[in-house]
């Protein structure tokens, strides 16, 4: 019976297939959770003969006996139980002796870290963070470019759940995931007796395993592990029973790493070996789209991005272990960090934060100054760099897809062009079709430097190839569903894209960039470009009559930055000019932003939040105290505050509520008043605020005399405002008029944020847009 095996009994089959359902359970999630393929599974439910050791596994994970399902006698069954028993013991005992021999190779091999610019090893468990899972691989999914854009979170599971989950699993990530380092991981706790203790952890590198293979072609798997067990004393029969009795934990490290000449060689190996030795745990690690070859039996899964949890992991464990701060020290730099990240101009920087390897390089920029004062453009060329061969280069590794051919087409050139003419498009997800076509449109332009015509005719149509190296080899185009493609981070595409305009730049190429000065999206663009342009004057001055141009044919707005001269110029201080008509500018959005509420209109912010006071501090940095400038500002407020009072009393109904408004008002009030030194002006002002009724008591009979008195009551407070202080008038403006003084305000701190990032301009340029700037065009041009 032991040769032909065991067969389920007609009742044994009932009971198996009542425990298949009980544990939610079909037969081929069955042969995955067994690590076997689905024939042998089929078989024991039909009541033909399956090997004893499928048999006995099956029954085990059903939760059964193996005896009873046979219906074998109970002579029979405890002769055979008192021998498993026995057996099973033996093997435990070789497992341990076996464990305890390898200990410090898995240790050697695993224990430690070389990351990049560091010239020490790190110990791999003081930096691990937990990585996660998708439950399904992002390639693989049939979404349309609408599905993508919707934000589309896909579920996540803890990445030492699956790997316990799976008998044969395949790790696939993006460059730079942490593949190998979770590999690593899992083996260091297995080695500790922290992850499946009863096996043996198994580590091997396909690279090194590959190159030994080219000296030695009849070297296998098994006598590669055997080799390496007698270098830890194993002998040859008890690494034999160990594999034979399922007791490995094997993982095969960097597939995407073995030389194309040897990868068929290789995959037949690991095949080979896992059908032979298939009572194993086996986890490979491989980049995603690299391997077209799918090992029967094996799972495959993808490594997720990192989450902001997980960089706060990381990043605090950074800044003690490889920084060599203490604890406390690294900890409290790590906060900082995060805390800079998380700011809203760090947006960028944080969607390459998701990629573990990136966010090593952020940490090393940061770790310099302590602050993200440093050049963002070299980070993202540094980025660049890894992902375009550094990385590889670092560790030895060689692509023989990436040819030289490739190299001198420049696929950084490559990589801008179809930047450039996918953001002006607005895409930020493409369809394959369409980036070949962009690959193909490129390479045409260089068949001149190749010797061999045929060999470029054929590059030239062979796309898709291309396609691949960038996407698998370098990792920067990325299949986020079935066919669609897009760049692994959209601050490398605008970071590209601004490169795009460096390479070619010219007056027409800046001339087609300025016209996007007053889109959102394009900020980051013309940073970058200027940022990197050798001498940007002659772009900042473009930008700068483009920006002028915006208002210069609307009379109201030329009015109001007449008005907006005058006043700034009637403020004693040391300050530019600029920075106080920036300031004036924000006063006025504060007042349009709350009329426009309180005339029951859309709430809208003029100039982005109008309390940062964002372009005056892009000239100068935050204005120190001035006492005519802070007259101003309160008075400004106060009045914000009646306005925003005017509609609580109209549209809010809750009493409560609007003693808040009231109680701000006067509180407002007050603060502005202790600043008021002209006496004259001084009492007017105390006179009106003894007008206002007490809201305390009656919030209700406060309400009614508002919307009674409160306009007529607002309309005196402008009149002293104008009258002494010439501020707070009613320019009533149109919703277009303040859209276009919004887009004007907002090139304008663009235009400084340039000129502050510019590599090199003459102290005459800088005073010439600083000194012109939220100037009436009739002044400019005089």
């Keep these: ?72 006698p109970e002579d029979i069954t405890s002769d055979a139980s008192a021998k498993s028993q026995t057996n099973n013991r033996d093997l435990n005992i070789l497992v341990q002796e076996i464990r305890q021999k390898r200990q410090d190779k898995i240790q050697d091999q695993c224990g430690t870290l070389q990351m990049m610019d560091i010239a020490q090893t790190i110990p791999l468990r003081d930096i691990y963070t937990p990585i996660y899972i998708l439950e399904t691989i992002t390639s693989q999914r049939w979404l349309e470019i609408d599905d993508l854009l919707q ?96 007791k490995g934990l094997i993982f095969l490290d960097g597939l995407d790493e073995v030389p194309t000449i040897d990868i068929n060689q290789v995959n037949q190996e690991i095949r080979r070996f896992s059908q032979t030795y298939y009572k194993n745990r086996f986890v490979i690690s491989c980049r995603i789209g690299a391997q077209k070859y799918k090992f029967p039996g094996f799972t495959e899964v993808e490594i997720a991005d990192f989450d902001m949890q997980q960089a706060d992991i990381f990043v605090k464990q950074w800044f003690v272990v490889v920084a060599k701060e203490s604890k406390e020290d690294g900890e409290s730099i790590g906060n900082l960090f995060l805390h800079q990240l998380n700011l809203p101009e760090n947006k960028q920087l944080r969607e390459l934060a998701i990629a573990p390897i990136l966010l090593h390089l952020i940490c090393l920029f940061f770790h310099t100054k302590s602050e993200f004062t440093f050049n963002v453009a070299k980070l993202y060329e540094q980025a660049l760099n890894i992902l375009l061969g550094r990385w590889d280069d670092v560790r030895g590794i060689y692509r023989q897809s990436i040819t030289e051919n490739f190299k001198l087409f420049n696929p950084k050139k490559l990589l801008a062009q179809i930047a450039a003419i996918t953001f002006e498009q607005e895409d930020y997800f493409f369809e394959q079709e369409h980036i070949q076509s962009l690959i193909y449109q490129y390479l045409s332009q260089f068949n001149y430097y190749a010797t061999d015509l045929e060999l470029v005719n054929q590059q030239l149509h062979d796309s898709e190839k ?37 390479i070619n730049y010219h007056e027409q190429s800046v001339n087609q960039l300025i016209t996007h000065i007053t889109e959102k999206r394009w900020q980051n663009i013309f940073l970058l470009t200027v940022s990197m342009l050798p001498n940007a004057e002659i772009m900042l001055q473009l930008m700068k009559q483009k920006i002028d141009n915006l208002v210069a044919n609307d009379q109201k707005i030329q009015d109001f ?18 920075a106080i008509r920036a300031f004036y500018l924000v006063c006025v959005g504060r007042v349009l932003e709350v009329c426009s509420q309180a005339s029951n209109c859309p709430q809208q912010q003029v100039f982005g939040n109008s309390s940062s006071y964002g372009l005056e501090r892009a000239i100068l ?70 007008q206002l009724p007490n809201a305390q008591n009656h919030p209700h009979k406060f309400r009614k005399w508002w919307i009674e008195h409160g306009k007529f009551w607002s309309g005196k407070f402008r009149e002293l405002l104008i009258q002494y202080r010439n501020i707070c008038h009613d320019w009533q403006f149109s919703k277009q008029q303040i859209e276009l003084i919004q887009q004007y305000y907002s090139a304008n701190k663009l235009l400084i944020n340039c000129l502050n990032v510019s590599r090199k301009i003459t102290p005459a340029i800088r005073e010439e847009i600083e000194g012109t700037l939220l100037l009436v065009i009739s002044e400019i041009k005089s």
């Design 466 to 502: 291309w396609l691949k190296i960038i996407e698998v080899e370098y990792g920067l185009l990325v299949q986020r569903s079935h066919g669609i493609y897009s760049f692994s981070h959209l601050a490398l595409q605008e970071y590209l894209t601004a490169k795009n305009f460096v």
């Design 1 to 72: 019976m032991t040769s032909q095996g065991l067969r389920a009994s007609s009742e044994g089959i009932r009971a198996a297939k009542t425990a298949l359902t009980d544990k939610t359970l079909s037969q081929h999630k069955l042969a995955i959770a067994l690590g076997i393929t689905r024939q042998p599974v089929s078989k024991f439910f039909a009541g033909e003969p399956v090997s004893r050791s499928c048999f006995v596994q099956i029954c085990q994970h059903l939760g059964l006996s193996w005896q009873k399902i046979a219906a074998l």
């Design 151 to 246: 934000e589309f979170n896909q579920k996540k599971l803890l990445g030492l759940e699956v790997a316990s989950l799976y008998s044969k699993l395949m790790i696939l990530g993006k460059p730079g995931t942490g593949k190998t380092i979770f590999l690593k991981y899992l083996a260091l706790e297995c080695n500790q007796g922290q992850f499946q203790p009863s096996y043996v952890a198994i580590f091997i590198n396909l690279k090194d395993f590959a190159e030994d293979l080219k000296d030695n072609s009849d070297l296998s798997l098994l006598k590669y592990i055997s080799q390496e067990f007698v270098s830890c004393g194993i002998e040859a029969e008890s690494t034999q029973n160990v594999l034979t009795e399922g």
């Design 621 to 690: 940095g935050n204005l120190a105290f001035n006492p005519e400038l802070a007259i101003d500002e309160f008075l400004t407020s106060t009045f914000a505050c009646a306005a925003e009072l005017e509609f609580a009393c109209h549209y809010i109904l809750n009493d409560a509520i609007v003693f808040d408004y009231a109680h701000a008002l006067n509180i407002a009030f007050d603060k502005a008043l202790n600043l008021v030194i002209e006496s004259q002006f001084k009492q007017f002002l105390h006179n009106l605020k003894k």
């Design 561 to 578: 930055f007449l008005w907006l001269n005058q006043k700034s110029n009637s403020v004693a201080t040391q300050y530019k000019a600029g």
